[in-house]
């Protein structure tokens, strides 16, 4: 059998950080809530501790099957049953690629006058992101590092442009209003954080120190977060609530060596950040249908699904009503839930009680 191609836990950790940020700089005051957004600073934090509780299950079986993903684990110990669960995790990394081009669609629609049609920016991502995973995990890790160097460097440059308008009279107090934001925001962070459910297909692929890499990757998205909240309040005050991405608005303010509106260059990295995730979400299907399917296969397979997330995410934000519905958290949380924490400790019961039945 041929072994799986392996990257460094350094490389899985940008991608796994890439995939996240690009969902957490598009909130706004309609999904976490309206009054402070200081508040979801307590919320990221929450997620952090979370994370920490639900990948436990996921680092045992790891740690006992270090070239098994969690579907294929599943397929071992339940049989036909597994497959199910293989076809669970695919189903939810077509839907919230789905969601997160159609996010980004609603971004580039609302913010901007493009030139291009918004099929046309629809079916270059995907297809970047398609040759992306066709190519393999160590394509896609590759072009993280790359992307990951260009994030930091240019929204360093939005945070130092930016310096000069904070206001630190519009900070307001946290949990000032009680903790109905904080939760609030917990929510809407779980329900579009598909980190576990991304470890938990490609985890064969990863090899190095997986244990420090989660808790540096963890740490660093939560305090970029809370960076990027503390730069929105000071810079915007109230103003900030009124926006449809209040991100946005704010590299819209910046100004730095004279050049002015560095939204242009947030879009740019909004974008390559979108093709991370989409890519580490197709590849993800890949792996979950890898064994029932020949490499060929795969990649139709692949073609297909990039083809449906584009038609769907068109058709989706071409309604503001179909678009509050795929946004809601309600419909997301109970995906990532159940990929994300439910499946693997219901996998990880099902593998310890059968070793112990067995050595009776």
Not at 46 to 74: C, T
Not at 316 to 343: H, N, S
Request: aromatic share 12%; hydrophobic share 55%.
């Amino acid at each position: 059998m041929k072994q799986p191609t392996k990257i460094s836990a350094l490389q899985f950790y940008l991608m796994l950080f890439l995939s996240r940020i690009v969902v957490s700089i598009t909130l706004n005051a309609q999904t976490v809530g309206d009054r402070n957004f200081l508040d979801n600073i307590l919320s990221s934090l929450l997620l952090f501790a979370a994370l920490f509780l639900f990948v436990l299950p996921l680092f045992a079986l790891n740690r006992k099957y270090p070239d098994a993903s969690l579907p294929a684990i599943a397929e071992r110990r339940l049989g036909s049953l597994g497959y199910g669960i293989s076809a669970i995790y695919g189903l939810y990394f077509v839907i919230l690629n789905t969601f997160s081009l159609s996010l980004f669609l609603t971004l580039v629609m609302n913010t901007l006058d493009p030139v291009a049609s918004q099929w046309s920016i629809a079916v270059v991502l995907a297809v970047i992101a398609l040759y992306g995973a066709v190519k393999g995990i160590e394509t896609i890790s590759r072009a993280s590092i790359c992307i990951f160097t260009l994030f930091l460097l240019g929204m360093a440059a939005i945070f130092i442009a930016l310096s000069p308008n904070v206001r630190l009279r519009y900070l307001e107090p946290m949990l000032y209003d009680g903790w109905e934001q904080t939760l609030r925001g917990f929510f809407v962070f779980a329900a579009r954080c598909t980190s576990l459910a991304e470890f938990a297909v490609l985890m064969p692929s990863v090899e190095g120190k997986k244990k420090l890499g989660f808790a540096v990757w963890n740490g660093g998205v939560t305090a970029f977060l809370a960076l990027l909240l503390f730069f929105i309040v000071s810079c915007l005050g109230e103003y900030a609530y009124l926006q449809i991405f209040p991100a946005y608005t704010l590299s819209a303010i910046a100004e730095i060596a004279g050049i002015q509106r560095l939204d242009a260059l947030f879009i740019g990295l909004c974008m390559m950040t979108l093709i991370i995730r989409i890519a580490c979400g197709l590849f993800a299907v890949s792996e979950c249908i890898s064994r029932v399917m020949r490499p060929r296969a795969r990649t139709v397979v692949l073609t297909v699904v990039s083809a449906l997330s584009v038609f769907l995410a068109l058709w989706i934000t071409a309604d503001a009503k179909r678009a509050g519905v795929l946004f809601r958290t309600a419909y997301l949380l109970p995906l990532t839930a159940l990929t994300g924490a439910v499946l693997p400790v219901l996998v990880w019961l099902i593998d310890h009680f059968k070793k112990e039945r067995g050595s009776r």
